[in-house]
T-cell receptor, first 115, second 110 residues
Framework: DGGITQSPKYLFRKEGQNVTLSCEQN?????MYWYRQDPGQGLRLIYY???????QKGDIAEGYSVSREKKESFPLTVTSAQKNPTAFYLC??????????????FGEGSRLTVL | EDQVTQSPEALRLQEGESSSLNCSYT??????LFWYRQDPGKGPEFLFT???AGEEKEKERLKATLTKKESFLHITAPKPEDSATYLC???????????FGTGTRLQVTL
């Protein structure tokens, strides 16, 4: 079955540690996205990529980094510079790279807790 | 600044009790408005895309409509399995990414 796989589902981190969240898709989609979801707030865009080896900052990119070396993969690193990293992280992909499509396919999410 | 506001924040319905969720938006142009359903602890699932005022889309007990200022998600004779958070999002004409609302948390009881 085609879809998006995020791992791990739950992750605990000590302050000062970097962590990497995995996102893999087998939908053959060009565009991939990382969102952060906090209680009472809408989904906020961290980074997005429309093509391999290229990515753009979203609204809240500070303290995060990404790479897009393969079409199928878009890992997100939460660095120690991120002041409030505890959140639910969602990876998504879409068929087209134009801004007109909002039909995103989401993974199951990764919940990061900083101890 | 582009804004999406959803109301109510939470809604509790009895099975069979129809109602509507609201999504009002302020954007500079509108490329499209999107509805998603999100179950607890899961990623959102795409429901509908609306592009122009007057457009309507239906899926089972759900019907989405669009005006120039807002969209409604009508739920007819809901069932407990319709319980979820419903998210609205827009793509403004000047942007290349979605702006999400905070969602309406719907609970349908027997």
């Amino acid at each position: 079955d085609g879809g998006i796989t995020q791992s791990p589902k739950y992750l605990f981190r000590k302050e000062g540690q970097n962590v990497t969240l995995s996102c893999e898709q087998n939908l053959n989609h060009d565009a991939m996205y990382w969102y952060r979801q906090d209680p009472g707030q809408g989904l906020r865009l961290i980074y997005y990529s429309q093509i391999v080896n290229d990515f753009q900052k979203g609204d809240i990119a500070e303290g995060y980094s990404v790479s897009r070396e393969k079409k199928e993969s878009f890992p997100l690193t939460v660095t120690s510079a991120q002041k409030n990293p505890t959140a639910f992280y969602l990876c998504a992909s879409s068929r087209r790279t134009s801004g007109g499509t909002g039909e995103l396919f989401f993974g199951e999410g990764s919940r990061l807790t900083v101890l | 600044e582009d804004q999406v506001t959803q109301s109510p924040e939470a809604l509790r319905l009895q099975e069979g009790e129809s109602s509507s969720l609201n999504c009002s938006y302020t954007v500079s142009g509108l490329r499209g408005l999107f509805w998603y359903r999100q179950d607890p602890g899961k990623g959102p699932e795409f429901l509908f895309t609306l592009y122009s005022a007057g457009e309507e889309k239906e899926k089972e007990r759900l019907k989405a409509t669009l005006t120039k200022k807002e969209s409604f998600l009508h739920i007819t004779a809901p069932k407990p399995e319709d319980s979820a958070t419903y998210l609205c999002a827009v793509v403004p004409g000047t942007a290349s990414k979605l702006t999400f609302g905070t969602g309406t948390r719907l609970q349908v009881t027997l």
